[in-house]
T-cell receptor
Framework: EADIYQTPRYLVIGTGKKITLECSQT?????MYWYQQDPGMELHLIHY???????EKGDLSSESTVSRIRTEHFPLTLESARPSHTSQYLC???????????FGSGTQLSVL | AQKVTQAQTEISVVEKEDVTLDCVYE???????LFWYKQPPSGELVFLIR??????QNEISGRYSWNFQKSTSSFNFTITASQVVDSAVYFC?????????????FGTGTRLKVLA
């Protein structure tokens, strides 16, 4: 049912590398979100967007950045990855607060 | 401020037992929406139900039922005759339109273990 895609599914990289986590949706949703989650733990909102050229920081401070140049695309970038960035990153989208969030499969990031 | 509290961190039950997962929320919005999601060991978040603040009817879907009570700001989730496949982390979430924002606030989750 979900038409929201995240790549890669798993990523293992060394400290200091620059990485971009991809998130795309084909539903035309304006609202998109990035959550960070340790396995089975709380979801922390780190970034969100209400539409093209709109991005906001979430409730959890993050060293990552995001961009929203196209409606369907909401990539997350880490300029210099560190072991503390090891986590699962979940992308989500919705048409608005009345409707459910659609989640991607997530990217499990491990920084060595 | 908006907040969702899931006080039960972890619950273990034996298969076929009934189990209720609690969710208490706080919001100043008069119109808001509540959700339940399931996260099995595979990690994907699966949508279970949405409820708006104007509809206090309880809902039943198979073995699942939800009890929404505005008077106590609660939106509890009951699984009847639990099965091993119900083992997962369950999240309650709240969305509203306070100050024009459209955030979804999640609780900390309740890990349910159903033992065979």
């Amino acid at each position: 049912e979900a038409d929201i895609y995240q790549t890669p599914r798993y990523l293992v990289i060394g400290t200091g590398k620059k990485i971009t986590l991809e998130c795309s949706q084909t539903m035309g949703h304006d609202k998109m979100y990035w959550y960070q989650q340790d396995p089975g733990m709380e979801l922390h909102l780190i970034h969100y967007s209400y539409g093209v050229n709109s991005t906001e920081k979430g409730d959890l401070s993050s060293e990552s950045t995001v961009s929203r140049i196209r409606t369907e695309h909401f990539p997350l970038t880490l300029e210099s990855a560190r072991p503390s960035h090891t986590s699962q990153y979940l992308c989500a989208s919705s048409v608005g607060p009345r409707e459910k969030l659609f989640f991607g499969s997530g990217t499990q990031l491990s920084v060595l | 401020a908006q907040k969702v509290t899931q006080a039960q961190t972890e619950i273990s039950v034996v298969e076929k037992e009934d189990v209720t997962l609690d969710c208490v929320y706080e919001t100043r919005d008069t119109t808001y929406y509540l959700f339940w999601y399931k996260q099995p060991p595979s990690g994907e978040l699966v949508f279970l139900i949405r409820r708006n603040s104007f509809d206090e009817q309880n809902e039943i879907s198979g073995r699942y039922s939800w009890n929404f009570q505005k008077s106590t700001s609660s939106f509890n989730f009951t699984i009847t005759a639990s099965q091993v496949v119900d083992s997962a982390v369950y999240f309650c979430a709240l969305s509203g339109t306070t100050s024009g924002t459209y955030k979804y606030i999640f609780g900390t989750g309740t890990r349910l273990k159903v033992l065979a």
